[in-house]
């Protein structure tokens, strides 16, 4: 039996979460167009028949601009040390630049094995992908270099193999069907998050966040058990709260009708969601909102 921990870093919208999910066989973090969709680290775990390999998701390296973004930048380059590998995952589609010599300057201070991964290879043409795996080569030392695409699964059980065969042998770090540490208001939050990420557009996705305010669970009927949740939408401007409330509500009751979908199907129960829009001015300087959300200061 293998055991150990693999760390997924890169820039932003590179397809770390996208990743971690078809890993652990679960959407554990949410996805989508935008850039910076992950803030804080995600921890997934897939159990195989000869290892237990323990994924780490981890914020885009970018440059930031909040108190928010330096925590994030921060839990990514923490989460590159005390770990087994590190898997580099780079957007395949887009010509490498400063960002993504930065990136690798970042990683080399780390002291685990390095995996490059070449995503988004089912939108590159296949000519192409030879000379950009030779090209990449002369980027670092790398342990590996896997093209592979995290949107369709290609290449994705090579990948598996490799990790499983450069770990350690250990016993399992968890129990066999653990699946992550993120705690359910945690999650339920993010499946939230993920709706207004994907039905607002303009400066709404990155001013926004989503905290849980009461997560209840109501005894089981015959109709099933029933989750309760009441979140708060967080915006920066007062001028923002009716663009995501939308006229007539239109817009909270879609986020809230796609919210509620996901959620029923991870929690596997009815789910009665209240959404509220509140103005917090700068809430991605405030330290207990950050804390809320996961993103620990620096020195801790």
Do not use: C
């Not at 070449?118 to 790398?142: C, E, H, Q, W, Y």
């Not at 090579?158 to 993120?182: H, K, S, W």
């Not at 208001?185 to 009461?214: C, H, K, N, W, Y």
């Amino acid at each position: 039996m293998k055991s150990g921990f693999v760390s997924l870093v890169g820039r932003p919208n590179a397809g770390k979460s996208t990743l971690l999910n078809r890993l652990v066989g679960e959407k554990l973090a949410i996805v989508s167009d935008k850039p910076q969709t992950t803030r804080t680290r995600i921890l997934g775990v897939r159990t195989y028949r000869d290892a237990q390999v323990v994924f780490l998701d981890t914020p885009g390296i970018h440059r930031p601009l909040h108190r928010m973004n330096v925590r994030m930048v921060d839990t990514a380059v923490r989460a590159m040390h005390g770990v087994n590998l590190v898997g580099l995952v780079v957007d395949a589609t887009e010509p490498p630049g400063k960002g993504d010599a930065f990136v690798l300057e970042l990683v080399r201070t780390s002291s685990a094995p390095v995996l490059l991964l070449l995503n988004k290879v089912d939108l590159v043409r296949k000519p192409r992908l030879l000379p950009m795996i030779d090209r990449s080569r002369t980027l670092g030392a790398f342990v590996e270099i896997i093209p592979l695409s995290a949107a369709t699964g290609e290449n994705v059980d090579r990948l598996e193999r490799v990790i499983i065969d450069r770990l350690p042998e250990g016993e399992p770090l968890y129990p066999a069907d653990y699946l992550t540490d993120q705690p359910e208001r945690v999650l339920a939050a993010e499946m939230v998050r993920e709706q207004v990420l994907g039905l607002t557009r303009a400066e709404i996705p990155f001013a926004s966040a989503v905290v849980i305010d009461r997560f209840e669970e109501a005894a089981a009927s015959r109709s099933g058990s029933l989750l309760k949740i009441y979140a708060s939408i967080l915006v920066d401007r007062e001028s923002q709260k009716p663009i995501v409330v939308g006229k007539g509500g239109e817009m909270i009751k879609q986020i809230g009708t796609a919210a509620r979908r996901e959620l029923e199907r991870f929690f596997a129960a009815r789910v009665f969601l209240d959404l509220r829009v509140r103005v917090k001015e700068a809430w991605r300087e405030d330290d207990r909102i950050l804390a809320e959300l996961g993103l620990a200061p620096r020195d801790t």
